[in-house]
């Protein structure tokens, strides 16, 4: 915390201060599982990008208090075009995001003319508007159900993702080369130790993952299906391969269960994703105090980006 801040937030509970200024600017937090514990438990909603991107279109705050990325922050915008959208620090960006360059994302789609174009969520606006339809981990299984037999469909960004919902679906599509840092540090010798320590834990994992990892687990699926499936499972004790901050609200749905984050192929005790954490407790106070960093986008790209993510959750409400 910097030393202004610091000497503001002398005496004061930084907690009831977010709140007050919840109420005197009409606005809401949103915030991601991913999010630290602190920020999750002052947000009005938490939840994945489908459930938060489904709450921002129906918010009727004036304020939009994005506790996240910077792609979901711009989806928070794109939906809501005349409401002001700010997050706690504008350089939480996504290694998945920064792997698919709407440029030369653009060349690769001249190359398939024809092809329906389903982009996962973690991506710029840019690319959203090169998509016909954008999807979450989710609801990709049925958006790619949904279209016909004959139509060739290329998926992007993430490559992992693409291939479980190749074997998933049972569909052939084109896949982009892109990847999350976070999914893909996982090292299958530590985990397969974990297990050997912990012989009755399940293994769950997030499709992001590598196939390796994904081939072993006990339970794939999105971060509200991991959440789920630990609330309603008859173990006790969960291996959980995707970014930590989901154990917080794991622990506290299911307190006299055991959650052990899986380690990274790397010296890390567990895999915190870097841009997810450049959001602070104290970072979110000051942008809703300023109201800024804020999202601007341009209203052709908001217009053209928002059709793909209508049409993702129009699939999802069937």
Known sequence: MNVNLQNEMTGLDIFEQINKLKCEKNAVILAHYYQDADIQDVADFIGDSLALAQQAAKTDAQMIVFAGVHFMAETAKILNPSKKVVMPDINAGCSLADSCPADKFAEFKKKHPGAVVISYIN?????KTLSDIICTSSNAEKIIKSIPAERE????????????????TGRDMLLWDGSCMVHELFSLEKISNLKEQHPGAKLIAHPECEEPILKIADMI??????????????????????????LHQMMLASPKKTFIPAPP???????????????TLEKLYQCMRDEKPEIVLPPELMKNAEAPIRRMLELSAN
């Not at 469909?153 to 998933?168: E, Q, S, T, V």
């Not at 299906?225 to 930590?244: C, N, P, R």
């Not at 890390?268 to 994703?273: E, H, Q, V």
């Open 123 to 127: 991506c710029t606006a840019e690319v």
């Open 153 to 168: 469909i290329i998926f992007a960004p993430d490559r992992n993702m693409g291939a479980y919902l190749m074997k998933k």
């Open 221 to 246: 699926g999105s971060t509200s299906a991991m959440l789920k499936f630990t609330q309603v499972d008859s173990g006790s004790a969960y291996i959980v391969a995707t970014e930590t901050g989901i």
């Open 265 to 279: 192929d790397n010296s890390c005790a567990c895999n915190d994703c870097p841009h997810m954490k450049l959001n």
